[in-house]
Each structure stands twice: as C-alpha cells, then as structure tokens.
C-alpha cells in the first residue's frame, strides 16, 4: 500500500477547513501508485482525490497542478485541482506539499478495444490542442537527458547483451531527434490505469505527474506501445486495427505532418525505451522504503527489440 | 421560450470547434430566463450550457464568469466555463458575446425544507468565503443606485398609496446602509429556481448574471425572502424553523457578527425592495421582444410591508 505519509480523520479534518469543500464525511487510502501518498476523501460537498507529494521536485508541482487547471477549464475530463481559501492549489499537509484535486468517475480497461483506442486518440488530440495555450515550461523530466543519466545508473546491473541493445538504441535516439515535430505538454505516461471510462466514453485522465513538454506524438507512441498490443503478455506487436483507430481519431481533431508520419517508428522507440530505463531503474535501484514492487522491465525491452526489428508502418 | 438570437446545428458545430469539448452530439433552447438565450448542449465529451448574452454590459461580462471560474475551482458547485482554444471564456456566436459553461445535475425544488434550507446556508457560508479571494469588483448592479432610477422610472404607474410606501422605503434604506458589515461578492438572485438539488445536496447554483459586491448578509436575506416564506401564495412571514435552518448553517460556516444580527431586519426589506422594483420595471415598462410575461411585483409589495410590519427577530 503506497501510503509513505499517514494521514488522520483528524488531521484531514482540520486541514479541509482550509477549503470551500464542506465536512470530511469519509477518508480511504489508495493503494495504486508509487511515487505519492493518495487518498480519496469525500465530504458534505464531494469526492476529490488528495496527493501529499512525496519526490516530486517543489519546484515542479505548479507546473503539474495548474496544467490540470488550464485542461480541466478548457473542459478536459482531467481532474480539477481545488484552490484553498488563500486562493493556492498547492497547501502543505504533516509536512508534504499537498493538492486536493475532484475524482473522476469511471473505471479504466484492462483490454480496451478498437472504440476504445479511438475515444482515446479523439482525448489526446483535444488535449494537445488545448494544452497549447498553456504557457509554463517544463522539459519531459523523463527525456533523452534522463535517458542517457538512467542508463548510466542501471549499466552495472544488465547482461552484456542488454548493454548492446541499450547503447545502440541511445546512439540511434541520438541521431534521429525531430527538433521540427509539433510539441508541447504532454501527459507522457497515459497508460492504460490511466484512462477511466464510463458508458463507452473517457470520463478521466488521471496522474499528470510525469508531464512535461515533448513531442506531441510522442505521447500517442506511449498510448500505442500499451493499448494496442497485440496481446500485451504474449504478442507485443501493434495490432493493426486498434493502432489504426487510436491515430485516425487522433488526426480527425489535430491532423499528423508528413514529419509525423516519418517519426512514428523511432518514436514508437523512444516511448519504449524511456519505460525500459525506468523500470530497469526503478527494478535495481529501488528508493528505501519504496513500498511496492517494481514493474518487469523486460516487457519493455522486447517492446523495444520488436519496434527496431519490425519497425510499425504509419497507420491511418 | 427565451431564446433571442436562434442557433442553427451547424452554426453551432462550427462554434464548437473553436474548443476542446469534442463534437456537437444535440442542442436543445432552455425555455426558463428573460435576459438571455440560452441552450443545453451535448457534445461527444459531456453536457454544457451555452448562453448568448443579450442585454448584459459587455464589459461586464468578465465580471460574471471570473467569478463562476473563481468558485468552480474553490469546489463550489457552480457551472465552470469553458475557455476556448485561445483561451478565453467569451466568444462571440452570431453577433453576441457567448459563453459556454458545465452543464450540472440535479433539479431545483419547489418547496424546500428544513434540510434543504440548512443545505443552502452551508452553501451560502462556502460561496462567501470562497469569493473573497476573487480580487475583480462590480458594485451589486441592483443596490441602492439602481433603485432610486428604477422608482423614478416606475412611480408613474403607480398608485398613490404604493408611492407612499415605495419613498418610505427608500427613505428608510438611505438611513440604513451598514458600511461596516462584511462585504464580497454575492449572487444576490439565489431563488430556488437557482439552486439545484441531488440526493438531498445541493449539486448546483447557477444564474450568476445578477453578482456583485455588496453586504454578504444581502445574499442572505435574498434567499430567506424566497425559501423560508411560510406560504409562498398565501403567508409571506418567514417561517421559523427553516430560517433558523438556513441562518444557523450559514454561521457555522462564515460566523455573523453583532453588526449583521442587527441589520437583519432592515437587510430583508433591502432584498424585498430590489425585486419589488424590478418587477415593478419589467412589468411597466416592458423591453421591446420581451418573450416571457414578467412576474408578478405585488408578491414582493406584500414582502416588504410584512417586514415593515412584523420585522422578523434574528433566529439561531
């Protein structure tokens, strides 16, 4: 259970006298996630989610929480942080940096289909798009520049052939960056568990907290590489039908550039090889007190081995 | 049915793609409302309002929506606006400044009581505490300024002993401003028709197109003038136990001071006498294509001299 910061009905309840949010009617720990302390909290007023940050950079917390501000408000189904009665987003609780932001509702899809892969590319074209207007900055923290500072920290640990892979994967990300692609914030880790739906529709994009700004496709290559594996335990090709789908929904709200369509292999690449690294990072240096397992970073090493072996064409 | 400046289908879907809000899926006018055309529209994404602003000051306009976007994002239950692609809340939609703005659920309640009325004291006491961070100023646009033009405009038509009562009045509230008595933003129109109610709470508060600052007391007294009457139709005394419901929530959540027990009485002829007058005006003089007959003004004659008469004891 990913609770690092413990957090009394008491304490809760003094804290939200802070807000416009009502009584605490109800507090219960969320057990998903490693890197924040979760609750969902409910009151007279409503259900909201509370985050006491955990790692995350002070420094970094704006732009995360008021990028769910300015999506929310251009009517993004993201959740909508809280002001408190000072007017902040951001409010200190026993000692962590603290965000009250609303629940969604809505489930997310172990095996979504090819509806499903089309609500999501629709998602992410309105979301790129009104992401646009959004003026703060801050590099894709999971970016080549991380990259290359992973793969230093995991080299000890992998077999020599994983090196080879690694190293002949970053030379090729080195020579094929697209400084021309359209960019700007992305969510950058959309899996899946990331995407509620409700009756068909996407009702929530949770988890901002890997955002930043990269390529705008390189957040649909995330997407690709794991909601539309062919089987994600067994086939980690692309399934043609769903692959098709996500993009084609994707291009109906913010057409793909012949640069696009060119980069979707090496970027299919990149998204494979930034989970790589932090699995692999997350698997051999795990942080003290980390309190629940890691992923199985070879998921994403044959993700990565199949892309450069058989390199997806551009669907639509 | 209120609608001013029809919208076609395709008018509308073209407007739509100026925002992030998915495709225009229905469109229905809202026949409720004398001052502007509004519609409920469902897109692919989820339920709006959209109102085309016929009469409203144009420079006015922020006011309102600033403040719907401040207390949406404080956790009020208000309907947020949408901001568009280039980020802004209005926009023009066949010659009129519009808005598009969440669509909430619930229904408004005819006859509420006890429970309800403590519902919307609590509410009350949020919303003021809430607004006080919201730093944009619009003095109540419907305060004692406005009065005295509309008792000029209307005394013609009335009869003497009405003129009598309307002058008493205004005399009385020139000897009875509170300049000491807190002050912020305030609805001032919170009707039951403005409030709408899910599960026993209150899931929304709209119609914020009558806000201003003005003694947060007045937005009290506006609303035991409406939901606390004994009978609507037939005894216009407030009753107990449901003003007592609403006042005692409200302090729980924003104390009143001595200064607010004392202007009670004089604050619930303050509310009585601003929709006397208002019904007065749209019934006398009537706009030019006004769609919907004006309310009746003697409801609000009988309100106020039954607080002149009977001035109601503060109750908690």
């Known amino acids: 259970m990913s609770v690092y910061t413990p957090v009394s009905d008491a304490e809760l309840a003094a804290w939200l006298d802070g ?3 009502g ?11 490693i890197e924040n302390t979760n609750y969902f909290v409910t009151t007279t007023q409503g259900r909201y989610v509370l985050t ?7 420094e970094e917390l704006p732009f995360y929480i008021n990028l769910m501000a300015h999506l929310a408000r251009h009517g993004i189904p993201c959740p909508a942080p809280i002001a408190d009665l000072a007017d902040q987003y951001l409010r200190s609780l026993n000692g962590k940096p603290a965000a009250l932001v609303t629940r969604l509702p809505g489930r997310s899809l172990e095996r979504p289909g090819v509806e499903e892969c089309a609500e999501l590319g629709a998602l992410l ?3 790129h798009l009104a992401a646009r207007s ?7 923290p999971r970016g080549p520049r991380w990259w290359r500072f992973a793969a230093r920290e995991v080299r000890p640990f992998l077999k020599e052939k ?15 960056r697209f400084p021309d692609l359209p960019r700007g914030p992305v969510h950058a880790d959309l899996f899946r568990d ?14 901002f907290y890997f955002a930043g700004v990269d390529c705008l496709l390189y957040d649909v290559a995330v997407c690709a590489n794991d909601w539309c594996l062919a089987d994600p335990q067994a086939d980690r090709r692309l399934d043609e039908a769903r692959t098709r789908a996500l993009l084609a929904a994707c291009h109906a709200v913010r057409p793909f550039g012949a640069l696009e369509r060119a980069a979707w292999p090496a970027m299919l690449r990149a998204a494979a090889l930034r989970f790589w690294l932090s699995r692999l990072y997350d698997f051999h240096l795990p942080r003290p007190g980390m309190l629940v397992h ?18 997806p064409a551009w669907l639509d």
Chains 1, 2 share one sequence.
């Not at 890691?294 to 390199?311: G, Q, S």
């Open 19 to 21: 807000y416009s949010v």
């Open 23 to 33: 009584k605490l009617a109800s507090c219960e720990p969320i057990k998903a996630g």
């Open 52 to 58: 006491l940050f955990e790692r995350l950079p002070a």
């Open 125 to 127: 074209g309105r979301m």
């Open 134 to 140: 959004y003026s703060a900055y801050l590099e894709n």
């Open 162 to 176: 994983e090196i080879r892979l690694l190293e002949d994967e970053l030379d090729f990300q080195a020579q094929h």
């Open 194 to 207: 990331n995407a509620l739906f409700e009756n068909g529709r996407i009702s929530g994009v949770i988890d």
């Open 294 to 311: 890691a992923h199985d970073p070879e998921h994403f090493c044959d993700i990565l081995e199949l892309r450069m072996r058989l390199p």
